[in-house]
Antibody, heavy 121, light 107 residues
Framework: QVQLVQSGAEVKKPGSSVKVSCKAS????????ISWVRQAPGQGLEWMGG????????DYAQNFQGRVTITTDESTTTVSMDLNSLRSEDTAVYFC??????????????WGQGTTVTVSS | DIQMTQSPSSLSASVGDRVTITCRAS??????LNWYQQKPGKAPKLLIN???TLQSGVPSRFSGSRSGTDFTLTISSLQPEDFATYYC?????????FGQGTKVEIK
């Protein structure tokens, strides 16, 4: 059964960038979509974007266009999410999660443990 | 963007109660609607996808249905482990938006 293991917590200054990684182990990876979802403290879930590693195709929410980049390294079965121009409102827990083969329709059935990103001066 | 409006935002119920949570989409999403359960400090867990397909290992007291752009999650007999926050998510169109959540609390 595939597991997603994320990188550790980060503390960043406003205006800087953060890279969060998500490593898949124990199962198939490259032909499943991987999405990034964030959750600000005490708030709901927000879908940021996703990638289908086998195709390298990405799909971003308009809210994050130009600030977020999702990439994949198939040799290490790792998907990464870069978020730049950080502001305090980006303080959140960031999750990676696996979707279906070659798409996003059937929901997110395997989740990483979450990575806390704190943006503070 | 498609807006997903969940109701109620919170509810109090007792063990054994039947609980219904509704999610309304601002436009048609076919049946591309998923339901998640989230407990404090944990990642969400997928319960139901494509409106009514129960995920493997999820108890049969959970069910989902669709009527046009209205979707319903029903818990037929609430159990102590069901107290959590529930989210809907549409996966028809980017961005694949979530509802604002429904917190189910103990009465």
């Amino acid at each position: 059964q595939v597991q997603l293991v994320q990188s550790g917590a980060e503390v960043k200054k406003p205006g800087s960038s953060v890279k969060v990684s998500c490593k898949a182990s124990g199962g198939s990876f490259s032909n499943y979509s991987i999405s990034w979802v964030r959750q600000a403290p005490g708030q709901g879930l927000e879908w940021m974007g996703g990638i289908i590693p086998i195709f390298g195709t990405t799909d971003y929410a308009q809210n994050f266009q130009g600030r977020v980049t999702i990439t994949t390294d198939e040799s290490t079965t790792t998907v990464s999410m870069d978020l730049n121009s950080l502001r305090s409102e980006d303080t959140a827990v960031y999750f990676c999660a696996r979707g279906e083969k070659n798409g996003y329709y059937k929901g997110l059935d395997v989740w990483g443990q979450g990575t806390t990103v704190t943006v503070s001066s | 963007d498609i807006q997903m409006t969940q109701s109620p935002s919170s509810l109090s119920a007792s063990v054994g109660d039947r609980v219904t949570i509704t999610c309304r989409a601002s436009q048609t999403i076919n049946s591309y609607l998923n339901w998640y359960q989230q407990k404090p400090g944990k990642a969400p867990k997928l319960l139901i996808n494509v409106a009514s397909t129960l995920q493997s290992g999820v108890p049969s007291r959970f069910s989902g249905s669709r009527s046009g752009t209205d979707f319903t999650l029903t818990i037929s007999s609430l159990q102590p482990e069901d107290f959590a926050t529930y989210y809907c998510q549409q996966t028809c169109i980017t961005p694949r938006t979530f509802g604002q959540g429904t917190k189910v609390e103990i009465k």
